[in-house]
């Protein structure tokens, strides 16, 4: 067993803390109900992102948490590539738009991260690659 000490020095085995805000909880489930007779890899990792989530209160909710209609940055570690998405759900998702369904992979991972945190993504094409998130962006409340 060879690890590089580098290869340790930030990713440990367990996966970035998640914190969901309370009152998309049940949208988040219900959605992950529904996906399970269709797409039940991609449900299962929803439901274990939710079990494994701190549920906060919206008023105690982080601002640099990814949560829905954020606005998040994050970087490719392995090309370097920065893009800026929008998590959204699915009935407002827009790819043209850099609007992404919480119900993709990439939805599904960056869900509950927060600005700085690392974590692995597999793409399409069976990939892996580590995601950054280089920072957070709430969408302005209309109160």
């Known amino acids: ?3 590089a000490p580098q290869a340790v020095k930030k990713t440990s085995k367990r996966n970035p803390k998640v914190v969901i805000n309370a009152d ?3 949208h988040l489930e219900g959605l992950a109900d529904g996906m399970l007779a ?3 890899t991609l449900a299962d990792r929803l439901f274990e992102e939710i ?3 701190r549920v906060v209160a919206p008023a105690k909710m982080p601002r640099d948490v990814v949560s829905m ?3 998040v940055t994050y970087r490719d570690e392995t ?3 920065e893009k800026s998405v929008t998590l959204v759900y699915p009935e407002e ?3 043209t738009q850099l609007r992404v369904s919480v119900m993709t992979p990439i939805g599904v991972a960056l869900l509950g991260l927060s600005a700085g945190a690392s974590f692995y993504w597999d793409t399409r094409d069976n990939q892996r690659r580590t995601l950054t998130i280089l ?3 709430q969408p302005e409340t209309q109160d």
Do not use: N
Request: net charge negative; glycine share 12%.
């Open 1 to 3: 067993m060879s690890i």
């Open 24 to 26: 998309d909880l049940a």
């Open 38 to 40: 269709r797409h039940p």
């Open 51 to 53: 079990g494994r989530a």
């Open 69 to 71: 209609g954020s606005t």
């Open 79 to 81: 090309t370097g590539q």
């Open 93 to 95: 998702a827009d790819i």
């Open 135 to 137: 920072s957070v962006e």
